[in-house]
């Protein structure tokens, strides 16, 4: 590849940081534009790689007042211009789309990128600011020249959306991990009764019911511990609910971690991953076939247990891989101690798990992703 943008709101390692990895030694020249999801203190980024080495690159502090969207898309399109034109500009959602669109309508991109990671109907509680979001949506899915996608179930949802209005073309490019890489130390060794959240602290992550399934879980198994890897503005309440429920002592909160292998290596010292999604119409993981951190605790050779809520979540039972559940203490405990009880069960989960993750490569799934997009606009 020639030269490719991409620009994009950064808060955990995921996708942004895999197609980062990926397109540096696979690019001639390709610039990396990163502004901070919250106005939390990060600081905004651009860094340029020329044949796989990073030749400039600074920081700014990133803008932290009510105009911070706005001024993200003026930086981008400012920082953007810096290198001069580009084959392909890819944004990482919808407003920074808008600076794409404004590059390639002044000959500055040859082709412009809509990645959408998530998506839901109502984003926003205000009615004002939710029909904000889906007119920008609606107007980059519309003018980008190829909307890549995480789901199938966002195609269908801004399908339903957009009834009797054009779109781009769409992709579903689904979120991975880095299997080959995880796939040798991801099958070895003997682990800990540990089981692992990884994500976000949101109420609507459901990670509450986990916490309330673990007075069952020590009573049986007394040296079993729960893992959380995340933040939120959920943290408090569930520090609090874990004192209340008096298990403090095997409940590690990790907080935030930015390195992806080193959430991989504490992934690795477990046995069971959670993903308790909580049932609702504002819950975006509906529409996600499976979420990121399902693909990545298949990745780490982790039996799986999740509720209904992810559309592809029967997939892993399907496979032997993990187990749906209802979303009630009761259930997770059941489920999380049928595994614990039962090493060849447990075993032959985990087993499944790396089977089934094979096909969730980064780089198989950036290949094809880039393979199609050339094909549909010729920019690479």
């Not at 990645?115 to 509680?125: E, G, H, L, Q, S």
Request: contains cysteine; positive net charge.
């Amino acid at each position: 590849m020639r030269d490719v943008v991409v620009a994009t709101h950064y808060w955990s390692p995921g996708w942004a940081s895999a197609l980062d990895e990926y397109l540096k030694p696979r690019t001639e020249r390709y610039r990396w534009i990163g502004h901070p999801l919250f106005a939390d203190g990060s600081v905004a980024n651009y860094r340029l790689y020329e044949n796989g080495r990073q030749t400039a690159g600074f920081e700014k502090a990133g803008v932290r007042n009510a105009t911070r969207f706005a001024a993200d898309v003026r930086r981008t399109i400012q920082w953007s211009r810096l290198g001069g034109p580009t084959d392909l500009f890819i944004a990482g959602d919808n407003l920074l789309a808008l600076a794409g669109l404004w590059l390639r309508r002044r000959g500055l991109a040859r082709s412009v990128v809509l990645y959408t990671i998530d998506y839901v109907p109502k984003r926003f509680a205000n009615p004002l600011a939710n029909a904000a979001y889906h007119r920008i949506d609606r107007f980059a899915v519309r003018h980008a020249d190829v909307v890549w996608n995480t789901a199938s179930g966002i195609v269908e949802a801004r399908g339903e959306r957009d009834r009797g209005h054009s779109q781009a073309p769409q992709l579903v490019v689904p979120i991975g991990a880095h299997t080959k890489r995880l796939a040798e130390r991801a099958g070895r060794g003997i682990r800990g009764r540990t089981i692992a959240y990884l994500g976000h602290l949101l109420e609507k992550q459901g990670l509450q019911v986990v916490i309330e399934a673990m007075p069952e879980v020590v009573r049986k198994f007394p040296g079993a511990r729960l893992l959380i890897i995340g933040d939120g503005p959920h943290r408090a309440e569930l520090e609090a609910l874990t004192k209340k429920l008096d298990v403090e002592a095997c409940v590690e909160f990790a907080g935030f971690m930015d390195d992806h292998e080193a959430i991989e290596r504490r992934l690795l010292e477990c046995e069971v991953g959670v993903a308790p999604y909580v049932p609702g119409a504002d819950n975006y993981s509906q529409f996600q076939d499976l979420p990121g951190k399902i693909v990545t605790y298949l990745a780490c050779g982790l039996a799986v247990i999740t509720t209904s809520v992810p559309r592809h979540g029967d997939r892993v039972a399907a496979a032997g891989a993990g187990r749906v559940v209802a979303y009630d203490a009761a259930s997770f405990a059941a489920a999380i101690n049928g595994y614990l009880s039962d090493e060849s069960s447990l075993g032959q989960a985990r087993e499944a798990a790396l089977v089934l993750a094979r096909s969730y490569d980064w780089d198989e799934i950036f290949d094809r992703a880039i393979s199609d997009t050339a094909r549909i606009t010729g920019a690479i």
